[in-house]
């Protein structure tokens, strides 16, 4: 969210918040409430201000009736002459906020009109709420004395034998502020129940800046449900004392820098060993700490004193500390006891992000994640518990006023219907949600409208996330055959498609797929390979979304299992092809694609509209393809024939496909965010005239599989047609597979007339050239590309090819080139900026532990080139290769590199130095000398360079002043005039630097 929109959202919560501007103060009279108020049937009307005096007590025999949009103040003071609202047993509360118009307890230092007076963090301003009943409790006595309440005040007893007891109803309520000592160590929580029974209705209640807990129930039998807990200074949820009722959707957000357990449970007290046992079922939660990084050393759960307790389908993730922690003594009650007889027992629950730990693949028995091997080998070692440690995916964790908390998981595992045999889940009391986590991600937030997160602007407001890779909720499953596709057909992301045979969309037909569609296809070769293909005329709509993605693969695949199928598996369907109209070199000017039988007509591509428009292809992930055709002719895994300039493409990965990752035959189309990974052949492939332009590619090769990271071509037949293949491509990252890889992969071969720019890119960590130019005695090469300066490369840096032994400057060795003349012409002339250093990408790993980063954090000074600066497709950056260092990486949420924990969930590295202020390519036009201004000095410097031999520009753009696209006696005659007669001031040249 920009700050511009932050603000707004502040402005307006006064005017704007709870629907029908429900809740106001201003102007309403103030009703002091004493403990002698309440009497018989009392009802507090939203047309005043309640100011509670003390503690007021709702005795047994009375009632009290809170309307939709009531503020209930109270007044200051700790111990005896605190103030907080006592529901007595026998008593009953009946606070029946809504949706759009909640019940507000507050402290009466807090104008509810103006949502900035009381600064976060604020707790201890009154007491909180609480509420007793006469369920079970599990002490020697079968009844206590409130915790917050004196000793003496017999009315603050709790405790019986009616475990349907009802205390009536609480519901839309925010607690705010609250948690007064009453002595050291006793605060009041926000919401105390004591022995509540099962017939008592709470539900949508949020405690907000507690001193103490937000909510703790001492024994009873309530069922809660929309409860949150939200920046308490201790435990988020605590139970004690034969805690028995059922929840789900709780949510607990700790703040950065306080805040302890998301719970502490509890077993008994007094005994500990006492009955009825604490064995509460919880479904749904979502409980964030206070940050990996926090300095509180808060963690995920505290389970002793006998506790038991069962959580299913739930998050946990964000925490500085362990998971969790379970009570093992050597004699006494403690809960290891209860989870070795199954009373303490988590189920389909995702673990994720605790202090620092360094296996995010399976639980360690470090106390990174928890504290003994026997809570590993019995809750998370068993694989029937489904309890992972797997990134949830959740849209976005924030503690500021910024509209970034948005808790919705996108991961959607297999297990979240498996209910029915893990739990007594029976009761009609729990809804059957088929997510994991406290929020539906197919639904808003149900924090909108009534909670002080909302109102405050702490949670988003962006559109429903949907699941990513959601597949085994009950979608029905559609084959898709060639006949299937007539006129416009759309494929939603509420059905599984799966591919028979080659399936066109035709000329003048059209295919939408939304986000979040799984598309599958069945096994072959040959004529029975199965492939989507967008034929000339045909129109593809394949809008994915960044945190719902269209995802390509085989039917074998269960997509939201991102480890069935093994590593390097490919072939196992076709792919991707787009055809078009656009412009190809061959010499009929058309041609027929790659992968598809020569007697299919409709795979014929090529013409002359070079702004062809085949639709739009974004989000995309296409997964283990590649199957053969015929001898040495495979399906690459998005194959790009004649597409041309008006089609979108963007957001594409291609993940073990068994040929090329991306193939371009000829054509205009420009693409981006483009992600080839761990392909059986090259990375990125051209040929046959391709002229589109490409920034942000990324390339990554299997340590033990792969060739080229681009295998660029110019033509066939004949190898010199025209229009010739000069694409400009900028912010590459290119990773091979390792220097010391068994595969003798390359950099680049580049051959049969081809040209091509590529800048501001990175190519590193390939077992052996850099690259090779073609170089013919006769005939058509790249070698006369290259000397016209179609073919070229600046502003690149090059680092770790084969066993290279000088890293410090290119050398003629088959180590980095095949021949001195691509030196001379490519990387001894300085003005390239083509560099041997090192680009300290952050990390490279080919295996799924989180360690891939391809951030690089070095600053070079001519980072702000930007060829082609006039075309509206390129972005012009501050960083070298295809990954900001100041940003999140750009393939998190939709890739499966992302969905499989290869990339780095590590913050934004930024550059190494601070921030990046290159120093050359023009930011000061004329400054031939590059030392940050025009002067004499410059046009000395170019006399120098012209007469003399002296040192040639750094970057040719600044040095080119009179702007004719080259650098000569005429910029230094244009520098004299400007300094020495009030000549013309000195402008960018593009000379292509």
Not at 408 to 417: E, I, M, N, Q, V
């Amino acid at each position: 969210m920009s700050i511009l929109r932050a603000v707004i959202i502040l402005l307006l919560v006064p005017t704007l918040s709870w629907g029908q501007n429900c809740i106001t103060e201003a102007g309403k009279p103030i009703v002091n409430v004493t403990d002698a108020d309440i009497v018989g049937a009392t009802t507090w009307s939203a047309s005043n201000i309640y100011v509670l005096n003390g503690f007021v007590f709702v005795e047994s025999g009375e009632t009290l009736t809170i309307d939709p949009g009531t503020i209930v103040k109270a007044m200051p003071g700790a111990g005896a002459s605190a103030s907080a609202l006592i529901v007595a047993r026998g008593g009953k509360i009946f606070a029946n906020g809504e949706a759009n118009c909640p019940i507000i307890f507050t402290g009466v230092s807090d104008n509810v009109d103006d949502p900035n007076d009381i600064p976060i963090g604020t707790n201890g301003l009154w007491g909180g709420v609480i509420i007793l009943g006469n369920a079970q409790i599990n002490t020697a006595l079968g009844v206590g004395q409130i915790e917050g309440i004196p000793p003496a005040e017999v009315r603050g007893a709790y405790g019986g034998s009616d475990d349907a007891d009802n205390s009536g109803v609480f519901k839309y309520v925010s607690i705010r502020h609250g948690g007064t000592q009453i002595g050291a160590g006793n605060e009041i929580n926000g919401l105390t129940m004591g022995a509540v029974g099962s017939g008592t209705e709470i539900h949508h209640v949020e405690v907000f800046n507690n001193l103490d807990d937000g909510f703790e129930f001492f024994g009873g039998t309530v069922n809660t449900s929309y409860m949150v807990s939200a920046f308490n200074g201790d435990d988020s949820f605590d139970y004690d004392e034969g805690f028995r009722g059922n929840g789900q959707f709780w949510f607990s957000l700790n703040a950065a820098t306080f805040g302890d357990r998301a719970g502490e449970h509890d077993g008994g007290t007094v005994p500990e060993d006492g009955t009825p046992l604490a064995i509460p079922h919880i479904k749904n939660a979502t409980y964030i700490g206070s940050g990996v990084n926090a300095l509180t050393a808060n963690r995920g759960f505290a389970i002793r004193d006998n506790a038991g307790g069962k959580y299913f389908n739930s998050i946990f993730t964000d925490f500085a500390d362990r998971a969790l922690t379970v009570e093992d003594l050597v004699s006494g009650a403690d809960s290891r006891q209860r989870l070795e007889t199954g009373d303490l027992d988590f189920r389909g629950n995702l673990w994720w992000g605790f202090g620092a730990a360094v296996d995010q693949v399976g639980f360690t028995d470090t106390a990174s994640y928890v504290t003994d091997t026997y809570v590993l080998d019995i809750l998370f070692r068993d694989s029937a518990k489904y309890n992972l440690t797997r990134n949830p995916g959740i849209v976005g964790i924030s503690r500021s006023r910024d509209g970034g908390l948005d808790p919705r998981a996108r991961f959607c595992p297999t297990w979240t219907d498996n209910l029915a045999a893990w739990g007594n889940f029976s009761d009609p009391f729990f809804v059957d949600s088929k997510w994991v986590g406290a929020f539906n991600p197919k639904d808003s937030l149900w924090t909108d409208n009534w909670t002080y997160l909302w109102e405050l602007g702490y949670t988003s407001n962006a559109p429903v996330p949907g699941v990513l890779w959601d597949e085994n909720n009950g979608k029905p499953t559609v084959t898709v055959t060639d006949a299937d596709i007539v006129g416009t057909r759309t494929l939603t992301q509420d059905t599984v498609y799966i591919l028979s045979g080659f399936v066109f969309v035709e000329n003048g037909e059209t295919l939408n797929i939304e986000g979040g569609t799984i598309i599958k296809a069945l096994p072959g070769a040959g004529a029975s390979a199965s492939a989507l293909i967008v034929a000339q005329g045909g129109t593809i709509n394949a809008v994915g979304k960044p945190w719902w993605p269209i995802v390509f693969t085989s039917v074998t695949d269960n997509v939201p299992d991102p480890n069935d199928i093994p590593l390097g598996t490919n072939g196992l369907w076709g792919g991707v092809i787009i055809l078009g109209n656009a412009q190809i070199n061959t010499a009929l000017g058309v041609g027929q694609i790659e992968g598809i039988p020569p007697s299919e007509i409709r795979g014929a591509y090529g013409g002359t509209n070079d702004a062809d428009n085949s639709g739009v292809f974004k989000y995309v992930s296409i997964r283990h393809g590649g199957t053969q055709i015929g001898a040495g002719n495979e399906i690459n895994g998005l194959t790009l024939g004649a597409v041309g300039s008006g089609t979108e493409i963007n957001h594409v990965e291609v993940f073990n496909n068994l040929d090329d990752g991306f193939e371009f035959f000829g054509g205009t189309v420009n693409t981006s965010y483009m992600v080839s990974a761990f392909n059986g052949d090259d990375s990125f492939d051209y040929d046959e005239g391709f002229r589109g332009k490409g920034q942000f590619w990324f390339s990554l090769n299997d340590a033990a599989f792969g060739d080229r990271a681009g295998e660029h071509d110019g033509g066939t037949v004949p190898e010199d047609g025209t229009p010739l293949a000069i694409p400009v491509i900028k912010n590459a990252t290119y990773i091979g597979s390792g220097v010391n890889a068994l595969t003798a992969n390359r950099g680049f071969a580049i051959r049969d007339n081809a040209g091509g720019k590529y800048f501001n890119s990175i190519f590193t960590d390939f077992a052996d050239r850099a690259l090779t130019v073609e170089d013919l005695v006769s005939g058509a090469d790249s070698r006369e590309r290259l000397e016209v300066g179609d073919l070229e490369f600046e502003c690149n840096i090059w680092w770790g090819f084969g066993a290279a032994v000088d890293q410090v400057a290119f050398t003629d060795t088959a180590s980095y080139v095949t021949d001195s003349y691509v030196l001379d012409i490519l990387f001894r002339d300085a003005s390239k900026n083509n560099f041997v250093t090192n680009p300290s990408l952050v990390g490279i790993s080919r295996t799924p532990d989180n360690g891939l980063d391809p951030r690089s954090t070095i600053c070079p000074n001519w980072t702000t080139s930007n060829p082609d600066a006039s075309n509206a497709f390129f972005t012009d950056v501050l960083f070298t290769g295809a990954f900001s260092p100041d940003s999140a990486l750009w393939t998190d949420d939709w890739t499966h590199l992302w969905q499989r924990e290869f990339t780095s969930h590590a913050a934004a590295p930024g550059f190494d130095g601070g921030v990046c202020t290159p120093a050359g390519c023009c930011l000061v036009p004329g400054d031939f000398n590059d030392d940050a201004s025009f002067n004499i000095a410059d046009v000395t410097s170019g006399i120098a360079r012209i007469f003399s031999g002296g040192p040639a520009p750094i970057c040719q753009d600044q040095a080119d002043s009179n702007g004719d696209n080259t650098f000569n006696i005429a910029d230094v005659t244009y520098g004299i005039a400007r300094i020495f007669s009030g000549g013309a001031a000195p402008i960018c040249g593009n000379t292509g630097s």
